[in-house]
């Protein structure tokens, strides 16, 4: 019994072995594709092949968080002149989102995040008409915002869209000029929920029909007296010529009828 015992347990250790190995074999080619990824997206950006160097470090930062390759990729997206995504990478390497970064490259994130923010503007956004909504800059969602509050957001200089989305899908979209150092207010109108376009539509129909039935009713007297006076004429008509002739006294020839039609 003690021996099935030990070869159990022995089994159940070689199966784990087994399981760390592995897994630590596929962290270390994360690391591996990762690392690879970043050197060569480096040299993309020394050969200012910027959309290349992009997506070659958002791979490797997908695969593993580093600072390093958070900072090259600001400074890919800062040459494609995306500099609201790069303001927003160099937020974030600041923050260590990607790792901790010493004092040195601290500053010098802190300096090219001020160059890039330079060369931003400032959309305030508001929205009225719905209790809350999902706002976009430029299709990217940035942010819900509640009726009355305001949204701050930076955008890069030139025209950007801005959209709202309330909870029922109703959308306003609107477009923006923006210029570097600018600030542009922008009051983002909900249209009205559809029950109420559809309750508005039903009233004017509603008034509508009214308004055929009163002016059917007021013109149908004049046809109705027209309609009255042709057949009191024609019982006129009728009683004359249904009439039986009338004798009538003449002094020659005594009583005759009268004929209303030509003589035969």
Not at 89 to 108: F, H, K, S, T
Not at 215 to 221: E, Q
């Amino acid at each position: 019994m003690g021996l099935v015992v030990t070869k159990r347990c022995a089994l159940m250790l070689a199966i784990a072995l087994s399981v760390a190995q592995s897994a630590r074999a596929r962290a270390q080619d994360t690391r591996d594709r990762a690392r690879d990824l970043f050197e060569r997206g480096t040299r993309s950006l020394d050969e200012h092949e910027y959309e290349v160097a992009r997506d070659r470090l958002q791979g490797s930062l997908a695969l593993q968080a580093h600072p390093a390759t958070a900072y090259n990729l600001a400074l890919a997206l800062d040459g494609l002149g995306q500099r609201r995504a790069a303001s927003e990478v160099l937020r974030n390497v600041l923050e260590g989102a990607y790792g901790a970064i010493d004092d040195e490259r601290a500053r010098e994130a802190r300096r090219v995040l001020a160059q890039v923010r330079a060369t931003l503007g400032t959309i305030v956004v508001r929205v009225d008409g719905a209790p809350e909504a999902l706002v976009r800059l430029d299709g990217i969602a940035v942010g819900t915002l509640r009726e009355g509050a305001v949204l701050a957001l930076d955008a890069d200089a030139g025209e950007r869209r801005v959209s709202a989305t309330a909870s029922d899908a109703r959308t306003v979209t609107r477009a923006v000029g923006v210029r570097a150092g600018s600030t542009t207010e922008v009051i983002l109108s909900a249209p009205p929920p559809v029950r109420a376009l559809r309750s508005a539509a039903r009233a004017r129909r509603s008034g509508r029909a009214r308004e055929d039935a009163d002016g059917d009713g007021a013109g149908a007297w004049p046809w109705l007296a027209a309609s009255a006076a042709v057949v009191a004429a024609v019982a006129v008509v009728a009683v004359v010529l249904l009439a039986p002739p009338q004798p009538t006294r003449d002094p020659v020839f005594g009583d005759v009828e009268v004929l209303l039609g030509p003589l035969p």
